[in-house]
């Protein structure tokens, strides 16, 4: 395995959980799909996930950043293994921390939202297609990056 910055990007697929897989309301803007994430993303209401995925060969016992690409649909509380990232943030954001992998990479992922709805006015947030929301996170990728000294 050559040394470099590379990146390894996989879509997050679980169903373990108090959540839903649904259409990413974002996809109508690309224009194509370089990464095969696919049309539906993990969205969870409120709760936990689950995520243990198999690692490519090439990764296991390398020291990677470890990055989770979420949005935040109104206002909640995320975390990921009970370490509070952050509050009250909305839209797109990225979660990292440096990991040395093994064949698995497992982790869990925690949202409570501090809002149970909001208003959506003329659907201008492009998140989606109802006035009245849910708050929710929706998952888009987990991104593996070996820019990190080993």
């Not at 060969?57 to 370490?83: A, R, Y």
Request: with cysteine.
């Amino acid at each position: 395995f050559e040394k470099g910055n590379v990146s390894t990007y996989m879509k997050i697929e679980t169903l373990d959980c108090d959540c839903e897989e649904v259409v990413d309301p974002w996809n109508q803007l690309r224009f194509s799909d370089p990464f095969n994430l696919g049309d539906e993303r993990i969205e969870l209401h409120n709760g936990q996930i689950a995520i243990n995925t198999s690692i490519e060969e090439t990764f296991v016992g390398q020291m990677v950043s470890v990055c989770v690409v979420s949005e935040t649909i109104g206002k909640g509380l995320f975390s990921i293994d009970s370490i509070i990232l952050e509050s009250h943030a909305q839209g797109w954001q990225q979660w990292c921390w440096e990991a040395s992998l093994d064949e698995h990479l497992s982790f869990n992922i925690s949202f409570s939202p501090i809002t149970n709805s909001w208003l959506n006015p003329w659907y201008f947030s492009g998140r989606s297609s109802d006035f009245i929301d849910e708050t929710s996170m929706r998952f888009h990728w987990i991104e593996l990056r070996t820019d990190v000294e080993n």
